[in-house]
């Protein structure tokens, strides 16, 4: 804001404030003048005063006589008039300004509703292929039982091998703990229940704050296709998980653009 507007920039704030919940916006006010009128005055007592005082450093052989151009650059000197350069009050020409920035902001939130209008077929494509992905990789999961079970009986002759003498009660904690490892049914659960609450948010669910949620919701898709990653011992459950990966940061590209 320009010097004696400092009123109105707190009224603006509260304004964007009050329409946004998201995002960074910045606004600028330049005032141009009008007419000729001057917008600055000499502050005539100040010079004065400053006059005086050098007159006594120059008697006093401690100075130079000071050199007008240089009074007048002095700060205070020469300042700005109590009337804008419109010459209206800066009250009235607040008002103004506040119904223009009123204006302003209502063609920005129709700008963004439409860009969101136009995003909004985009997410729903990528969430149906998320959504395919994770059907496919519920069909391989359930073929998965026969390999993990050759995969646990590897292990669980390792772990003989190298313990001749484990306990009951330990080979029941290491079966458990090996089973949990290749179990990613509760991922496929959780990235199926992602994709209802994603789908709900899009089809009106949440009113206010949606990019932030859907923001989080990603995350968690991606913390999901992670750890099917990591626990899966197929290259094709594998290959899904990372198709994923992508489609997911493809969707949290575009919602970093809602509001």
Same mark, same amino acid.
């Given at each position: 804001?320009?010097?004696?507007?400092?009123?109105?920039?707190?009224?603006?704030?509260?304004?964007?404030?009050?329409?946004?919940?998201?995002?960074?916006?910045?606004? $600028?006010?330049?005032?141009?003048?009008?007419?000729?009128?001057?917008?600055?005055?000499?502050?005539?007592?100040?010079?004065?005063?400053?006059?005086?005082?050098?007159?006594?450093?120059?008697?006093?052989?401690?100075? $130079?006589?000071?050199?007008?151009?240089? *009074?007048?650059?002095?700060?205070?000197?020469?300042?700005?008039?109590?009337?804008?350069?419109?010459?209206?009050?800066?009250?009235?020409?607040?008002?103004?300004?506040?119904?223009?920035?009123?204006?302003?902001?209502?063609?920005?939130?129709?700008?963004?509703?439409?860009?969101?209008?136009?995003?909004?077929?985009?997410?729903?494509?990528?969430?149906?292929?998320?959504?395919?992905?994770?059907?496919?990789?519920?069909?391989?999961?359930?073929?998965?039982?026969?390999?993990?079970?050759?995969?646990?009986?590897?292990? *669980?002759?390792?772990?003989?091998?190298?313990?001749?003498?484990?306990?009951?009660?330990?080979?029941?904690?290491?079966?458990?703990?090996?089973?949990?490892?290749?179990?990613?049914?509760?991922?496929?659960?959780?990235?199926?229940? $992602?994709?209802?609450?994603?789908?709900? *948010?899009?089809?009106?669910?949440?009113?206010?704050?949606?990019?932030?949620?859907?923001?989080?919701?990603?995350?968690?898709?991606?913390?999901?296709?992670?750890?099917?990653?990591?626990?899966?011992?197929?290259?094709?459950?594998?290959?899904?998980?990372?198709?994923?990966?992508?489609?997911?940061?493809?969707?949290?590209?575009?919602?970093?653009?809602?509001?």
């Amino acid at each position: 804001m320009p010097p004696g507007f400092d009123q109105l920039e707190h009224k603006i704030r509260k304004l964007v404030k009050a329409h946004f919940i998201r995002g960074s916006v910045n606004l $600028h006010l330049q005032l141009d003048a009008l007419s000729a009128e001057t917008a600055y005055r000499v502050n005539v007592d100040f010079l004065d005063e400053l006059l005086k005082t050098s007159e006594s450093y120059v008697d006093a052989g401690r100075a $130079h006589p000071p050199r007008m151009d240089g *009074m007048l650059a002095l700060k205070g000197v020469i300042e700005q008039k109590d009337k804008n350069s419109h010459g209206q009050d800066t009250e009235a020409l607040e008002a103004v300004l506040l119904e223009s920035a009123e204006e302003l902001i209502a063609s920005l939130m129709a700008a963004r509703q439409e860009e969101g209008g136009q995003l909004l077929p985009i997410l729903n494509d990528q969430l149906a292929d998320i959504e395919q992905l994770v059907s496919q990789a519920v069909i391989l999961a359930e073929k998965q039982p026969e390999a993990s079970r050759l995969k646990l009986k590897t292990q *669980m002759e390792r772990i003989l091998a190298e313990q001749a003498s484990l306990d009951d009660a330990r080979l029941e904690q290491e079966l458990a703990l090996i089973a949990t490892k290749l179990d990613v049914s509760e991922e496929l659960d959780r990235l199926t229940s $992602h994709i209802t609450s994603t789908r709900d *948010m899009l089809n009106g669910a949440a009113e206010k704050g949606i990019g932030r949620r859907l923001d989080f919701i990603c995350q968690e898709f991606n913390r999901e296709a992670n750890t099917l990653c990591s626990k899966v011992n197929d290259k094709d459950l594998t290959q899904i998980g990372l198709d994923l990966k992508v489609l997911i940061d493809r969707m949290r590209e575009q919602v970093q653009n809602i509001e």
